[in-house]
C-alpha cells in the first residue's frame, strides 16, 4: 500500500517535532516535576476543541522522535501529553522500572488516555514496576 503525504501530515509533523524538540531541550536543563506542572497546567486556548485525534498526535510524537536525537520514551510521553492538553484531551503519563540480568536497570515512560495505551506500548509492559503515574494533563 502506497502512503501519501498530505498537507495535514506534514502540519501535524511539523508541530509534533517543534514539540518534541522542545521536551527533549527541556529535559536536559530543567527538572522533571517542573516540566510536568507546566503541561499540567496548560489548558487548551480552544477548551475540547479536538480537531486532531489522540492517536494522530501519537503517531506524528513517533514519527518526529526518530528524527530527533535523544528522545527518549519521556521526551515523547511529554510531548504527547502536551499536544494533547492543548486539544482539550486529557492523558496520563505512567513511568516504570524494570531489572534484567542481562540489561540491568531500565526505565520506561507511556502514555494513557481513556484506558488505551497511545504511546510507548510497544514495550511488554508487564515487566515494568510501575513507580509514577502523573495525572492527566487536561480538564
Known sequence: ??????????????????VVAAARL????????????RVDAHRPSLPGRGEVTASRWA?????????IPGASCLTQALALQWLLAREGQ???????????????FESHAW?????????????SLDRYATILKLPAGAP
Do not use: C, N, Y
Not at 500500500?1 to 517543534?18: C, P
Not at 496520563?92 to 540491568?104: L, T
Not at 502514555?111 to 514495550?123: M, N, P, Q, T, Y
Open 1 to 18: 500500500m502506497i502512503s501519501f503525504i498530505t498537507a495535514d501530515k506534514v502540519r501535524l509533523l511539523l508541530q509534533a517535532a517543534i
Open 26 to 37: 527541556a529535559l536536559w536543563f530543567l527538572p522533571f516535576r517542573w516540566l510536568h506542572a
Open 59 to 67: 503517531w506524528a510524537v513517533q514519527a518526529a522522535a526518530r528524527r
Open 90 to 104: 486529557g492523558a496520563r503519563i505512567s513511568v516504570g522500572v524494570a531489572k534484567d540480568g542481562v540489561a540491568g
Open 111 to 123: 502514555v494513557e488516555s481513556g484506558g488505551k495505551i497511545l504511546l510507548g506500548g510497544d514495550e
